[in-house]
């Protein structure tokens, strides 16, 4: 039977529990750890706003205004009068202007990055996010298009790390029409984003394109590739642990019998910060030559550090210096945690200034000293990173955002 004469039945509150609960641990449901709700106004992510606050009683709602079209500002004012009617706590957060070009995928940023954000302030360390079944049939026959191996066709996956956040998606597997349904039976209504019927975009084309058939055929790519990618990251896990060291000076040794490329290749993405692996040619050719630079790191054979390689940021590749304020993240991989920042400050690599210090007794490579981040006043450090500060205070934390294996969160 094709898959559209399937009657699908509105979602049931006791169901997205179920569904919810399984992706847990949650935190128990009290006022300072509210779970956050990223809603669009959309249907889906209004559904689900509603199903939470069936859920739990603690919840906030943060609906982004990306500022792209005139009307958006009152539709997000009106989303948020009726989650508000819904006795949900909204906050509207309101996007600066981006650059032109690549609008979906800068809106997407902008808009995860805020997200984080604004939860890291409510208390919130799990976001919740509308993404459902048809989202990731299109997403795995999109990558399926484009040639992906197992880890992209395992798709969205629903529950995912970003910075300080837990972005998890209990609708998965749920097809949209029945969240319809559901909004329907409680007479709630929704916005319709034009957007999302803009043709332009290619995954507005596969969403409308896409036959009954080819949905059934893209959960089945989905599922195999799922439990490869689970087998391959449980391996990759396993080696990493066995030869891998990663330091708090945002550094790596890995040991020669360690050597291979899925392990490097991780390894290299994270040492950067990076959204995503180097190229695989790439990481055979460096490992030929043994040493090298890829994906802004600088591989090395780790002399004293024993026998295998040192994974270092590279330095030519680090951020210029960039204006200092508190939480700011500095070459995708550092947080500042200072408070007090005069105004006029800036954040950079310690650079030169690192050859005061004798890395050999830090136990650091000379090197990774110099990538690391401080606090500059003109041409005067005011504050130093672990462990070249003497103060007690950290300064810069690690927040490279990436993880060791799997895929990075892709914020779709
Ligand atoms: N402007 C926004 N504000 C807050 N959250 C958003 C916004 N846009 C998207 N999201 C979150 O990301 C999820 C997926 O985004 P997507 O663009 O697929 O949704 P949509 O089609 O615009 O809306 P919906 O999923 O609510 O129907 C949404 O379900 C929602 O949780």
């Given at each position: 039977m094709p898959l559209s004469v399937v009657t699908q039945q509105p979602l049931h509150v006791e169901e997205f529990v179920r569904l919810v609960e399984a992706l847990g641990p949650w935190l128990p449901d009290v006022e300072d750890a509210p779970i956050g709700v990223a809603v669009s106004g959309g249907a889906d992510s209004l559904a689900l706003a509603w199903l939470a606050r069936q859920w739990r009683k603690n919840i906030v709602a943060f609906v982004v205004?990306?500022?792209?079209?005139?009307?958006a500002a009152a539709e997000a004012r009106g989303v948020a009068q009726q989650l508000a009617a819904l006795g949900i706590v909204t906050h509207v957060l309101k996007l600066a202007p981006f650059p032109s070009g690549r609008i979906q995928e800068r809106a997407r940023d902008a808009r995860f990055d805020a997200l984080e954000k604004a939860c890291a302030e409510a208390g919130c360390i799990d976001l919740l996010v509308g993404h459902h079944l048809h989202d990731q049939d299109e997403t795995v026959w999109m990558r399926s298009a484009a040639g992906s191996g197992s880890h992209g066709l395992a798709?969205?996956?629903?529950v995912s790390i970003r910075g300080r956040i837990r972005v998890v998606r209990p609708l998965l597997s749920v097809h949209p029409e029945r969240l319809r349904g559901m909004l329907r039976r409680m007479g709630l209504d929704w916005v319709e984003d034009p957007s999302n019927h803009n043709r332009r975009f290619e995954r507005v084309r596969w969403r409308q394109d896409l036959t009954s058939d080819q949905r059934l055929q893209s959960r089945v790519w989905q599922r195999q590739a799922d439990s490869q990618r689970k087998k391959q990251d449980e391996k990759l896990a396993y080696h990493l642990a066995q030869y891998a060291t990663w330091h708090a000076e945002g550094w790596v040794f890995l040991h020669k019998d360690g050597l291979e490329e899925h392990a490097l290749s991780s390894l290299i993405r994270l040492v950067a910060g990076n959204k995503y692996r180097p190229a695989r040619e790439k990481v055979q050719s460096l490992l030929r030559q043994g040493q090298g630079t890829l994906g802004g790191v600088t591989m090395q054979p780790a002399g004293r550090f024993g026998e295998g390689v040192l994974l270092v940021r590279e330095e030519r590749a680090v951020e210029k210096k960039i204006p200092a304020h508190s939480c700011q993240v500095w070459d995708q991989r550092w947080l500042c945690r200072v408070e007090d920042i005069p105004e006029g400050a800036q954040i950079g690599a310690v650079g030169d200034y690192a050859?005061?210090?004798d890395g050999r007794k830090l136990g650091v490579p000379a090197r990774a000293l110099r990538v690391l981040p401080a606090l500059w006043y003109g041409n005067e450090i005011i504050r130093l990173p672990q462990p070249l500060s003497l103060s007690e205070e950290t300064s810069f934390i690690w927040a490279g955002n990436v993880p060791i294996t799997g895929e990075n969160p892709v914020a779709l």
């Open positions: 205004d990306h500022g792209l079209r005139a009307e798709g969205i996956a629903p050859a005061q210090y």
